[in-house]
Structures are given as structure tokens and as C-alpha cells.
């Protein structure tokens, strides 16, 4: 940020810009010359593609805004109105719909790519905690959003997700009746969702600038996970992964785009397309895809938990689903401090390499729990991968800390790189 | 991605439901376009029989000419209806001739009308009924064709009826069609099935009528982004490959 | 677009440089020409949607319209003035020596041959758009006996000209039919 030593620039009008306010020489610094791994592979793309759906989102939001109404009686009626008569609406309200999936997509890539080179260790812990942040305001703004048509699922989505919070001993109830502004999720309600759904997006601009700010203080982290040692194992940002990022993202937008033209609803609920209705609730209420797997846990808490062999009940289910579905969460915050294990990069952890891949494939396998009816195999199913979830954390992790071996590193990333291709030759 | 198609899928599947017969429609697939006569044949069917009692609120007289109707015969159309304007000077609302700019004429002035009319049972709104329900037109097809006698053993209330595709089997709703119930001037068979595949065709373009548009230009915007990411990968390569020769 | 490119990459560079430079500057188009297309929807959507512009014309029955009365209708969500001219008036009108107007033209550029009792206008100050008085008997109608608009004090006549005041022409007529002799359509 500072401009320290800066240096004289070429262009006089660029030259009286940046001697009273650096930006020229900052953006010169920071995506220009800034020293970047040499080793990326095409995972590490994905985070200037979160910022770029980031971009579209307040974008095609900001306009949508402009035609949508605000009011319960209103709100269903203005969103077919854009995808009728406003110009061009259909298709700003299916970017913006199918934007919001393509944006979680980006948004858990960048995250699976990081748990697995090890990006979140020391140095890098409140850089990964920053986004945890940023995931955490980015469900919130998902969940809001998706609110706003006032369709079927829509309202009774909200009235699931916000009577969470009457499993809070004692006070839930009064939380429940403050966010709804009424006794049940109503015109209120709605206003509120709206006007925080068009705050958050700045809020997570502002920590997305946190976190790019943290990254240039430590670097990148590259899939050798081994530190940058001097000028041979890094390229200047620009042109090198200027071009290898725009490419990534316009692969990325050809995807984006065949679901947005294509199969615009595939990813939505038919059900959303009934307005809504607070007396009769759909038959099977299901969230957004990327909130099943934790949808998921949130039912994997069937039952009581209390002290065996006594009648007492320490933690009812209903509370015991609400407090692992935040702690799936908040064990993701913790995890820089969690994971005390000395090697960054699952290249070179061979037992964590399977572990992790095993997290992941669970992660699916609770993504389709969530989707499914709460009944027969699912049930079980659910209850096991919530198990494996909080293992992976809370046993796994701290096992390895201790007994996983600590391999011998190669020297450098350009040794690494240079030992990559021998391999294959 | 196989995480993506299967989540959607999971609330679609109905219970004790037939398999939706197979039926083809010309919208289907990402080259796919309505077919002006089977619009013009479903709205006719909407009109003459499930506008008795179906609405269909998001539409208005103008968007007509989607399906190929000219201003005076959507003129003419309108002018079939008598629709509740006002207040007027005097502070009464007065009947007057539908335009064009006007919406559907709706069978019923409010729900609670709708209810009494229909045995308590509600008609649904149609505008959206096509994306409103999984599987669509597909759906709407299987509804209005697989009315049956109930299987043995299976008692309806009085206003049930017994229907295969239907979710739970009873619905309020009686078999709308039958042969020969509207006349087509184009030569088409007045069977049941034409009836509900033209109706199906309707009520999709009613749910989606930026369908065409949206195709079109989605063929246009994909070519474009994949014609510059194959630029974009020429220009990556070439600044790399520079990089590999110092 | 190719071909403009290929002409600035004719000047200067040669060997295996031409090639690279005409890649960067495909790419640079196709990225202008991306951009540009994305942005033109979240332009257009602010110009009136299909609901708003089904709405662009008005009837209006001149029948209970008495002379020397005015009524407001709401058109294109602006107010239009229609008068039922006395005899007075239109004589006045007609009596006005153009070379005095600010925006000379003549009254009966501004009614329809014939209709010269109905003068069908947009009732908005032609300076910066408020609504003139002079619809109602007890308005003041200005020192001209035509409309008179408090904001800045512009004072049109009886066939709705600028005659004193900041307005710079006379109140905009509108585009409007005679369906019968006592039916319009505006727009």
C-alpha cells in the first residue's frame, strides 16, 4: 500500500496521479512485477475466477434491483415482469441466478485446492481464515437472495433457516420473532433480506481486499508448498498468469454460460416457480445445491444427547443439528491450527493425500444426503459422512500431526519442478 | 459436476406416480423452437376449455404475437373480452372492450370466487404451471391424458378423480379433454393427445417466452467465448513458450 | 476487425513479431468486443420495458368536455392538457402577429384542421418540466389567458406558446387521431 520508493513514471498525466495518490505504482507492484510461483497449476486460477463472478453477481444484481419490488405482494409479480417485459431481463436474472452457483463453484474449488497444497499454514492462517470469512458472508448473501422472488421455496426456506436460531436455549425464540420483524416470515421479513442481500456483497468486497492484501504480504503458496527461495523460482505476475488467469476464466464463462442459455432452471427448484404460500408447504423442501452438504449435517442430528444410561438430555437434536452444522463451519475457521503438521503440500504427505481425497468424496456424498428425503439408507448414510467430516478434523488431522513421516522436501520449487519432469520423461 | 445434475433431480421424483409417457416437443434441445401452429392450437385449446376455470395472470393480449398472430387478429381476440377498468369520474368502476395491453381476462374475480366455483379445490394460475412443476410439459401431457378408471378397491370422494400421473393418484380436477371437443382449422386430428400436446406446447411458451431469444443468442455467446478462449490458450502458450527459450 | 488489425501490424515490426502482435491484439478485440456486448443488457434494461411501452397510447372522450373547460389526462405518465376552446380564445390565438413569438408558430399548426376548438397538449413547462396552471376556472392563466407555470414564471398563451417568462418553445403537442369527432387517441 505504502509508496515508499517509488518510481518515476514515463507518462507525465500518470506521473501527477501517481506522485499524489500511487495507485499506478501499486497495481505495478501488486499485479505487475509481483513475484508469483513459477509452479501454479490451472486449480490456482480459480481464485480470479471467485472475483470475477464476484464482479458479475453485484453487477447483474445492481440492475436487477433496479426492477425488482420489495413488498411480499410485489415481489413475485416484479421478477416475472423482468423475465417478460424489462429488456434484456431474463437474461440478467438467469446470470444472476445461475451466477450464484457458478460463484460457489469457483468459491469451493479455491477452497478443496487450498486444504490440499496446504495453503492455509503458517503463514498463511488469517488468509485462510479471511476466507472462511468471505465463505461465511457469501452463503448468507446466497440464502437472502434466494428469498427475494418469494416463490415456494424461497419462503419456506427462509422459515426453515431462520427457525435454526429457536434452538437456541432460552432466547431462540425472541432471535426468531427480531429476524422475521413479525411471527412469521412475512413482508418484513422480505425488506430486510433485501436490503442486507445488496450490503453483503460490499462487505465481501471489503474482506476480498483484505484477503488479497494478506496474500501479497505472504505470497502464494504453490503446489510444492515449498517457500519461494530467490528470483528462479518465481515470474512476474503480468504477463505470465494475467494471461494463464483470463484464460482459465473464460473457459470457466463458457460453462457459465451453456447453463445460463441453456439449462437455465436445471440448478433451480420447479417449486420456486409457484408464488409463495404460508399455508401449504412444498413436499419436500430442499436448499440451494451448495448448501446441501451442510444442510445435510444439520439432519444427521437425529437424536438426543445425553448422559448414557440416565434420562438426562444435555443436548436436544434440534440444537445438536443446529451446533454441528455451525461447527462444520467454524471447524473449517480453526483448521491453520488444527493441522500442526510441518509439510504444506499433500504431494508430499502421502498419508494426509488420502485422507483428504476421502473428505472430499464425503463432501459429495453429503451434498446428495442433503438433497435426498430425510428417510431410509439416507439417514444412516448422512450419519456417517457427518462422522467422517468431524473425524477428518478433530481425530484425523491431529493423528497425522503426530505419527504421519515428514518426507524430505526437495530443495526448492525449481528443483521440484525440474524432478516433475524427469519423473515423467 | 455429477453433484450438480443430481441435487435438482432429487425433489422431482413424484411417489406412486405412472412413468410419464414419451413425448416429443419441438422446443426440446439447445436448437429447439416453439412451433407457431401448435401455439396457436394450444392457446385455442386454453381458450375454449381450461380458461373456464384457469388464469393464466402473467400473460397479456400483446404477447400474442409471439406465436405469430398479427395486431389486428390480437385486436380482435381482446375485443372477445370485457374487462373492469376504472374508477371513473363518478367513482365506479365500469366494464369496457379488452386491448391488447391488457392481461388475460381471468375466469374469477378472486380466489376465494374460484374455491366456491370448484368444490373448494383452487384452480391453479397456468402462466407457469410449465416450469412450476418437474418435468414440465412432459408432466402437463401425462396429466391430461392419464385419467382412468380408479383400480379396484380405490373409493373417490365426490369432485376426485383418479389420474396416473398425478401425485397421490386424486385430483379435483376432471378429465378436460376428450376428442373432437375443439374444432382446428388447420387440418389437425381433434384427438385427446393432440389436444394436451398442443396445450403442453402453449403453456411451456406461456412459462418461457424468451425461449427462442435466449437459444439464439446463447449459440452466439458460446461460440464467441469458446472461439476466444482458443485465443486466449494461443496467447497463454506463446508467453510461456517465450519463457522456456531464456 | 482482423483486417484493421492486420493494418496496424503492418507498420514496424518484422520477423516472428507479427504473428505474436496479431494474436495480442485478437485478443485484446475479443475481450472489447465481450466486454461491450455484456454491457449493452445492463444498459438497455433501463429503457421502457414491453408492459410499459404496450401502455404508450391513451383514449380520451371529448364528449362531456364543456367549452371553455380543461381536462388532465395521464399519458406516457405525464399529464396532457385537453381544452375545449371558447370562441375567445382561438380568436385571440388566431390574432397573434408570429414575429413576436419566442417559437413562431402559428395556432393552427398546433389544433387539427377542422378541430380548432381542442388544443391537445403536454401540460410541462417547456423550461424545466413542471405543470403549468390554467386547467381550472380559479387558476391564474398568466398574462396571455393561456397557462401560466409558478416555478419560474412562464406565461403561454391560448394556444399554448411561450409568450413571457424563461420556457424556451411552446408546450409540446402530441401525437394524437381523431378516432370520431369526440373520440382521441394520443401516442
Request: net charge neutral; with cysteine; hydrophobic share 45%.
Amino acid at each position: 500500500m505504502g509508496s515508499g520508493n517509488r518510481k518515476k513514471l514515463d507518462n507525465p498525466a500518470l506521473e501527477w496521479l501517481d506522485s499524489r495518490l500511487p495507485i499506478v505504482s501499486m497495481i505495478q507492484k501488486e499485479y505487475g512485477v509481483f513475484p508469483t510461483p513459477k509452479n501454479f497449476n490451472y486449480f490456482w486460477n480459480f481464485g480470479a475466477i471467485a472475483m470475477v463472478m464476484l464482479v458479475t453477481m453485484i453487477i447483474t444484481g445492481i440492475v436487477l434491483a433496479m426492477n425488482y419490488a420489495t413488498t411480499a405482494s410485489d415481489a413475485f409479480d416484479s421478477v416475472e415482469r423482468i423475465m417478460r417485459d424489462v429488456n434484456h431481463g431474463w437474461l440478467l436474472r438467469y446470470l444472476h441466478s445461475n451466477g450464484a452457483s457458478f460463484f460457489f463453484i469457483a468459491v469451493y474449488i479455491h477452497m478443496f485446492r487450498g486444504m490440499y497444497y496446504g495453503s492455509y499454514k503458517q503463514p498463511r492462517e488469517l488468509l485462510w481464515m479471511m476466507g472462511v470469512l468471505i465463505f461465511l458472508l457469501m452463503m448468507a448473501t446466497a440464502f437472502m437472495g434466494y428469498v427475494l422472488p418469494w416463490g415456494q421455496m424461497s419462503f419456506w426456506g427462509a422459515t426453515v433457516i431462520t427457525n435454526l436460531f429457536s434452538a437456541i436455549p432460552l432466547v431462540g425464540d425472541s432471535i426468531v420473532t427480531l429476524l422475521w420483524g413479525g411471527f412469521s416470515v412475512d413482508n418484513p421479513t422480505l425488506n430486510r433480506f433485501f436490503a442486507l442481500h445488496y450490503l453483503f456483497p460490499f462487505l465481501i468486497v471489503a474482506v476480498v481486499f483484505l484477503h488479497v492484501w494478506a496474500l501479497h504480504v505472504t505470497g502464494s503458496n504453490n503446489p510444492s508448498g515449498i517457500e519461494a527461495k530467490g528470483k528462479q523460482d518465481t515470474l512476474p505476475f503480468h504477463p505470465y498468469y494475467t494471461m494463464k488467469d483470463a484464460f482459465g476464466i473464460v473457459v470457466f464463462l463458457v460453462i457459465y454460460a451453456t447453463f445460463v442459455f441453456f439449462l437455465p432452471n436445471a440448478l433451480g427448484h420447479a417449486d420456486n416457480y409457484i408464488p409463495a404460500n404460508p399455508l401449504v408447504t412444498p413436499a419436500h423442501i430442499v436448499p440451494e445445491w451448495y448448501f446441501l452438504p451442510f444442510y445435510a449435517i444439520l439432519r444427521a442430528i437425529t437424536f438426543d444427547i445425553g448422559i448414557p444410561f440416565t434420562d438426562i438430555v444435555l443436548i436436544p437434536a434440534k440444537l445438536g443439528g443446529v451446533l454441528a452444522m455451525f461447527g462444520s463451519i467454524a471447524l473449517l475457521f480453526v483448521l491453520p491450527f488444527l493441522d500442526k503438521h510441518p509439510v504444506r503440500s499433500s504431494r508430499y504427505r502421502p498419508w494426509y493425500k488420502w485422507f483428504f481425497i476421502a473428505f472430499t468424496v464425503n463432501a459429495f456424498i453429503l451434498g446428495v444426503c442433503g438433497g435426498k428425503p430425510a428417510e431410509g439408507i439416507w439417514v444412516p448414510l448422512a450419519q456417517a459422512s457427518t462422522l467422517y467430516y468431524f473425524a477428518f478434523f478433530m481425530v484425523i488431522i491431529p493423528f497425522l500431526n503426530k505419527k504421519e513421516p515428514v518426507l524430505e522436501l526437495p530443495g526448492s520449487i525449481s528443483e521440484s519442478v525440474l524432478n516433475k519432469k524427469g519423473a515423467k520423461a | 459436476m455429477v453433484f450438480l445434475f443430481v441435487a435438482p433431480q432429487a425433489h422431482a421424483a413424484g411417489g406412486n406416480t405412472a412413468e410419464l409417457p414419451d413425448v416429443h416437443f419441438s422446443f426440446e434441445g439447445p436448437f429447439g423452437t416453439y412451433d407457431r401452429g401448435a401455439l396457436q392450437r394450444g392457446f385455442q385449446v386454453y381458450k375454449n376449455v381450461c380458461s373456464a376455470c384457469h388464469a393464466m395472470k402473467y400473460l397479456s393480449y400483446r404477447n400474442l404475437a409471439d406465436m405469430g398472430y398479427s395486431e389486428g387478429q390480437i385486436k380482435a381476440i381482446a375485443a372477445d373480452y370485457e374487462v373492469t377498468d376504472g374508477p371513473n369520474e363518478e367513482g365506479e368502476m365500469f366494464e369496457r372492450t379488452a386491448r391488447p395491453s391488457d392481461k388475460f381476462k381471468a375466469p374469477y374475480a378472486n380466489d376465494a370466487q374460484a374455491r366456491y366455483a370448484n368444490n373448494g379445490a383452487l384452480p391453479v394460475d397456468l402462466s407457469l404451471i410449465a416450469k412450476a412443476r418437474g418435468e414440465g410439459p412432459h408432466y402437463l401431457y401425462g396429466l391430461l391424458t392419464g385419467y382412468e378408471a380408479p383400480p379396484e378397491g380405490v373409493t373417490l370422494a365426490i369432485g376426485q378423480h383418479w389420474n396416473k400421473y398425478m401425485e397421490g393418484n386424486k385430483i379435483a380436477m376432471a378429465a378436460p379433454l376428450s376428442d373432437d371437443v375443439v374444432a382446428y382449422e388447420d387440418g389437425t386430428p381433434t384427438t385427446k393427445e393432440q389436444y394436451a400436446k398442443d396445450v403442453s406446447h402453449f403453456l411451456m411458451w406461456a412459462a418461457e417466452p424468451k425461449m427462442e431469444v435466449r437459444k439464439r443468442t446463447g449459440i452466439k455467446v458460446v461460440l464467441f467465448l469458446l472461439a476466444f478462449a482458443g485465443i486466449m490458450y494461443a496467447v497463454k502458450k506463446k508467453i510461456w513458450a517465450d519463457l522456456k527459450k531464456k | 476487425m482482423s483486417e484493421d488489425d492486420t493494418k496496424d501490424n503492418k507498420q514496424g515490426h518484422e520477423d516472428g513479431e507479427t504473428r505474436r502482435d496479431f494474436l495480442y491484439l485478437t485478443a485484446a478485440a475479443f475481450g472489447a468486443v465481450g466486454a461491450a456486448s455484456f454491457a449493452w443488457p445492463l444498459i438497455d434494461q433501463m429503457n421502457p420495458a414491453a408492459d410499459t411501452l404496450a401502455l404508450s397510447s391513451t383514449e380520451v372522450d371529448l364528449a362531456p368536455i364543456e367549452e371553455g373547460q380543461s381536462i388532465t389526462v395521464m399519458w406516457r405518465g405525464k399529464p396532457v392538457f385537453v381544452r375545449h376552446r371558447t370562441a375567445k380564445e382561438i380568436e385571440e390565438a388566431k390574432a397573434v402577429d408570429l414575429t413576436v413569438l419566442r417559437d413562431k408558430q402559428a395556432d393552427s399548426d398546433r389544433v387539427q384542421e377542422g378541430k380548432e376548438k381542442w388544443l391537445v397538449m403536454v401540460g410541462i413547462c417547456t423550461h424545466l418540466g413542471c405543470v403549468p396552471a390554467g386547467q381550472k376556472d380559479t387558476d391564474v392563466k398568466g398574462d396571455y389567458d393561456g397557462w401560466f407555470c409558478p416555478c419560474h414564471g412562464s406565461h403561454y398563451d391560448s394556444s399554448g406558446r411561450i409568450r413571457k417568462g424563461p420556457a424556451p418553445t411552446n408546450l409540446e403537442i402530441p401525437e394524437y387521431t381523431f378516432l370520431s369527432d369526440t373520440l382521441i387517441k394520443i401516442g
